[in-house]
């Protein structure tokens, strides 16, 4: 059986990626007997359409995560931060170890690697990238 980084099996994996990006909600036990008819003009629905798909996701979908959310973020918009915020962590995981790599290189020849200009730039962006992460998590609260 093949075995991804995190201990589980692959296809429960891909399983897991597919469950994420599902534009639809998950099947309920029992169907969903109840609906709702929500009546919006043309200028609404635009914008209820250009929101879902900006989230990959159906309108219903849409309406029924921002009502249910308390008035926050919706159950997408907390993945697509959480994904965020892991691929920044998987950035600044590599960066460490391109600044290891040099200290390494620097401290055994006494010389400066050509680049650490280059690496430095990039730590730098990555922190504005977490700032923007943080700051899109804060305005949304």
Do not use: C, W
Not at 9 to 19: F, K, L, N, V
Not at 80 to 101: D, G, H, K, M, P
């Amino acid at each position: 059986m093949d075995v991804d980084d995190d201990g589980t099996a692959a296809g429960d994996a891909a399983s897991r990626r597919r469950e994420q990006r599902r534009r639809r909600r998950a099947n309920a036990a029992g169907g969903r007997r109840l609906r709702h008819e929500v009546k919006v003009t043309e200028a609404e629905e635009a914008q209820l359409k250009a929101r879902a798909a900006e989230q990959g996701i159906t309108v219903p979908r849409l309406l029924v995560e921002a009502a249910l959310a308390g008035g926050g973020e919706t159950a997408t918009q907390r993945r697509e931060v959480a994904a965020q915020l892991f691929a920044t962590y998987r950035l600044l995981a590599a960066i460490s170890n391109n600044v290891n790599q040099i200290a390494r290189a620097t401290n055994a020849t006494g010389d400066a690697q050509p680049e650490t200009a280059a690496t430095l730039e990039a730590v730098r962006r990555t922190a504005l990238r977490v700032d923007a992460a943080l700051e899109g998590m804060v305005a949304s609260s």
